[in-house]
């Protein structure tokens, strides 16, 4: 539907085109036509990209490949345990495998009306070492030197969002360091507990698995014996 509606307008704009280049105008005028205001209407979006041929082990950008996820990329801001920005920008980067998990299992979200929103993504492990540097506690900061599964492309940080992009309850906010966030604590209402349940359920059905701790973070299981990666991505515009 979308194409056919961008087709549509284009064929008015090249009408509108052929008919300005017809009329003579003086050089000093201007003139507000058709197709000033359709050239401003008319954004075509970038094609989503496909990821078959891609290596499982590359990198990819998430928004490349779906525009049906929310963001939230803590790091990128000031909001959040370290109280800094370590991120130059807000981008989404996983391996081509985690990509196509997420993928697939955020379909089953929308079909039920909700859709993943994402905290964190790929990390830097010099961004690990600083997180460490801050809480050397591994049950909640993966020892740099080891590496965590977020410095190899396989983790995300997520939670779940309604149609209108409202956040379901969770009942803690991400990075909540304490026994509310674990999944064993089931002194939490109802809403709450559901809205984990099917979170961890469908998460796990699509190959991932979660760390006691933290509610929001999932893991790739076919991504743990990838390696730890320290580069950074060039930020778009």
Same mark, same amino acid.
């Given at each position: 539907?979308?194409? *056919? +509606?961008?087709?549509?307008?284009?064929?008015? *704009?090249?009408?509108?085109? %052929?008919?300005?280049?017809? %009329?003579?105008?003086?050089?000093?005028?201007? #003139?507000?036509?058709?197709?000033?205001?359709?050239?401003?209407? +008319?954004?075509?979006? =970038?094609?989503?990209?496909? *990821?078959?041929? +891609?290596? /499982?082990?590359?990198?990819?950008?998430?928004?490349?490949?779906?525009?049906?996820?929310?963001?939230?990329?803590?790091?990128?801001?000031?909001?959040?345990?370290?109280?800094?920005?370590?991120?130059?920008?807000?981008?989404?980067?996983?391996?081509?495998?985690?990509?196509?998990?997420?993928?697939?299992?955020?379909?089953?979200?929308?079909?039920?009306?909700?859709?993943?929103?994402?905290? /964190?993504?790929?990390?830097?492990?010099?961004? #690990?070492?600083?997180?460490?540097?801050?809480?050397?506690? =591994? #049950?909640?900061?993966?020892?740099?030197?080891?590496?965590?599964?977020?410095?190899?492309?396989?983790?995300?940080? +997520?939670?779940?969002?309604?149609?209108?992009?409202? &956040?379901?309850?969770?009942?803690?906010?991400? /990075?909540?360091?304490?026994?509310?966030?674990?999944?064993?604590?089931?002194? *939490?209402?109802?809403?709450?507990?559901?809205?984990?349940?099917?979170?961890? &359920?469908?998460?796990?059905?699509?190959?991932?698995?979660?760390?006691?701790?933290?509610?929001?973070?999932?893991?790739?299981?076919?991504?743990?014996?990838?390696?730890?990666?320290?580069?950074?991505?060039?930020?778009?515009?």
């Amino acid at each position: 539907m979308r194409r *056919l +509606i961008v087709y549509s307008l284009m064929v008015i *704009l090249m009408g509108c085109l %052929q008919k300005q280049k017809e %009329q003579t105008t003086s050089p000093n005028t201007v #003139q507000t036509t058709q197709v000033d205001t359709l050239a401003k209407v +008319i954004k075509v979006e =970038p094609q989503v990209k496909s *990821l078959e041929g +891609i290596s /499982d082990t590359t990198f990819v950008r998430l928004a490349d490949y779906s525009r049906d996820f929310a963001y939230d990329l803590r790091y990128a801001t000031t909001n959040n345990f370290l109280k800094e920005k370590v991120y130059d920008c807000a981008e989404c980067y996983v391996r081509a495998k985690t990509a196509k998990a997420l993928i697939a299992v955020n379909k089953v979200f929308t079909q039920a009306g909700k859709r993943i929103k994402f905290f /964190d993504c790929y990390r830097p492990n010099s961004v #690990q070492y600083k997180m460490w540097e801050l809480v050397p506690n =591994p #049950q909640y900061v993966a020892n740099p030197k080891k590496g965590s599964i977020h410095n190899k492309g396989g983790a995300v940080d +997520i939670t779940l969002v309604d149609a209108e992009g409202n &956040e379901l309850n969770m009942g803690t906010d991400f /990075d909540f360091f304490g026994k509310r966030a674990h999944h064993d604590h089931l002194d *939490l209402p109802q809403e709450v507990l559901n809205n984990r349940k099917l979170l961890k &359920e469908t998460m796990e059905a699509h190959g991932f698995w979660s760390i006691r701790t933290e509610w929001w973070h999932y893991n790739l299981a076919a991504g743990s014996n990838d390696k730890v990666a320290n580069f950074k991505w060039n930020c778009q515009e």
